[in-house]
């Protein structure tokens, strides 16, 4: 089983990346198959660029705190960022017909569909912090 | 993979075939600027073929439906060519599917540009 991981990331795209690659690698040696890997990795991707391009505003100042969590039956994914946090029930439905031409608020409608557990709530730091659960169904 | 946009003229159709990763940064901005500048050009009839397109995020989609306004707002037509499974399925899920004229037989989609 991958060890828990819990590391501070720059505020950029980089960040973005490196932090995907490591979630799907994980869940590979968690036993996920490669569309549910996929899946996570978007999941993974929306939280991350949430918290680098809309909570910490790409500030060099700011990091992103991720935490990974493998369990025998689950992978636990944290991700904080320091911004002003959001509250996901004032969040517009992007599918309702009058948000549906938006150029942008997919997110987290994309992370809410490939996780099984999706919770938000203030960060240490007072922005968002993000927790992701995807379950290892074992045959 | 990273993005590769490129285009060729079918016709009176522009079919811009991209491929790789449409997310935030590269990918998506590379399609913004190639309809930008197609239509700046004057082409108002535009094909965008997916089918070599492995990964998309929330972003590419925010850029694929800001072009499809873009471009209808000058008065053209802009259509899909080509979805894979994914980019099939993530329509699907955000209900972008009926929005677009999708197809998936090249010479039927540019034929049906008026």
Do not use: W
Not at chain 2, 2 to 8: E, F, P, V
Not at chain 2, 54 to 74: A, P, R
């Amino acid at each position: 089983m991958p060890g828990t991981v819990d590391t501070l990331l720059e505020s950029n795209l980089e960040s973005v990346d490196s932090a995907e690659a490591l979630c799907v690698d994980a869940a590979k040696q968690l036993g996920l198959d490669e569309d549910a890997g996929m899946d996570l990795g978007l999941a993974v991707r929306e939280a991350m660029v949430n918290a680098v391009a809309h909570g910490n505003k790409y500030s060099p100042n700011k990091k992103v705190r991720l935490v990974l969590e493998p369990r025998a039956d689950s992978l636990r994914i944290t991700i904080a960022d320091e911004g002003e946090g959001f509250d996901l029930n004032r969040v517009p439905d992007p599918t309702h017909s009058e948000n549906l031409m938006r150029g942008s608020g997919r997110g987290l409608l994309l992370i809410q569909t490939f996780v099984d557990e999706f919770t938000v709530k203030k960060s240490a730091a007072g922005g968002a912090e993000v927790t992701l659960v995807k379950y290892v169904i074992s045959d | 993979m990273s993005a590769t946009i490129t285009t060729r003229q079918v016709g009176d159709v522009t079919v811009v075939d991209a491929a790789g990763k449409i997310t935030l940064g590269e990918g998506a901005a590379l399609l913004r600027d190639q309809v930008r500048s197609l239509l700046g050009a004057g082409n108002l009839k535009i094909l965008i073929n997916l089918g070599e397109v492995n990964y998309i995020d929330s972003s590419g989609i925010g850029e694929l439906v800001s072009s499809f306004t873009t471009v209808s707002n000058q008065g053209g037509q802009l259509k899909l060519l080509n979805l894979t499974k994914r980019v099939h399925d993530l329509l699907q899920i955000t209900k972008l599917y009926t929005v677009f004229e999708i197809h998936d037989d090249e010479a039927r989609a540019v034929r049906s540009f008026s």
